[in-house]
């Protein structure tokens, strides 16, 4: 079966530091991959998709940028991180032949 | 794009009775819809699922309709109970190379004991 690993779960980070998040996925190859920010209390935020190793579509112009280095991997990255980064950053995969999408577990950034 | 209108935000019930939540979306192209329940703290789950070539889905207390004609479709939760309570989420989405969901607002559902 299929899992998605995300780390770190929990990120506490000053202004203007840089960010690595990451996530993996077992069980599965070539899935469509997926980044979407949820601030406290909203909805879903589609970040960035991919779906193929270098092949990323951003949604929504910010200073954070993904990369996919492996077919299984997806990284968020940000240089510099504002406050308004705070939020919790879901990974989430779908098959490519299949619309489901299935999420990770999340990471809980916070940017003081 | 796609826009997806969720309503309500918020929604509490007794014990015991049904809920029902309501999405409608824009871009008649959509052709499949799928719900997520989302615990506090945790990830979005999906629970159910519908696809446009069919318009009445059922699992258990769970149901959803989809009006492709009137481009709406609903959840239906039956003899609610207290671990129902969490915040639910549409979506569509278009069959594409991408097959990105585009989520409604959410809906916060407090089930009373």
């Known amino acids: 079966s299929q899992t998605i690993h995300q780390w770190p779960a929990t990120l506490v980070q000053p202004v203007g530091s840089p960010l690595s998040l990451e996530c993996t996925v077992e069980?599965?190859?070539?899935?469509?991959l997926y980044w979407y920010r949820q601030a406290a209390g909203r909805g879903l935020q589609l970040l960035f998709y991919?779906?193929?190793?270098?092949?990323i579509s951003s949604e929504v112009p910010q200073n954070l940028s993904a990369s996919r280095p492996q077919d299984r991997q997806f990284i968020l990255s940000s240089k510099k991180l504002l406050l308004s980064d705070s939020g919790f950053y879901l990974c989430?995969?779908?098959?490519?032949?299949?619309?489901?999408?299935?999420f990770g577990p999340g990471t809980r950034l916070t940017v003081l | 794009g796609e826009n997806v209108e969720q309503h309500p935000s918020t929604l509490s019930v007794q014990e015991g009775d049904s809920a029902v939540i309501k999405c409608t979306y824009s871009?008649?192209?959509?052709?499949?819809f799928p719900w997520y329940k989302q615990e506090l703290g945790k990830r979005p789950q999906l629970i159910i699922d519908?696809?446009?070539?069919?318009g009445e889905k059922k699992d258990q207390r769970i149901a959803v309709t989809l009006n492709k004609t009137a481009k709406h479709f609903s959840l239906h939760i039956t003899e609610t109970q207290p671990e129902d309570s969490a915040v639910y989420f549409c979506?569509?989405?278009?069959?594409?190379?991408?097959?990105?969901?585009?989520f409604g607002g959410g809906t916060r559902l407090m089930v009373k004991p």
């Open positions: 989430a995969w779908s098959s490519g032949t299949n619309n489901e999408q299935f």
């Open positions: 069980g599965t190859s070539n899935p469509n």
């Open positions: 991919s779906v193929g190793i270098g092949q």
């Open positions: 871009d008649s192209a959509s052709n499949y």
């Open positions: 519908i696809r446009s070539n069919v």
């Open positions: 979506a569509a989405s278009i069959n594409n190379a991408g097959n990105m969901l585009t």
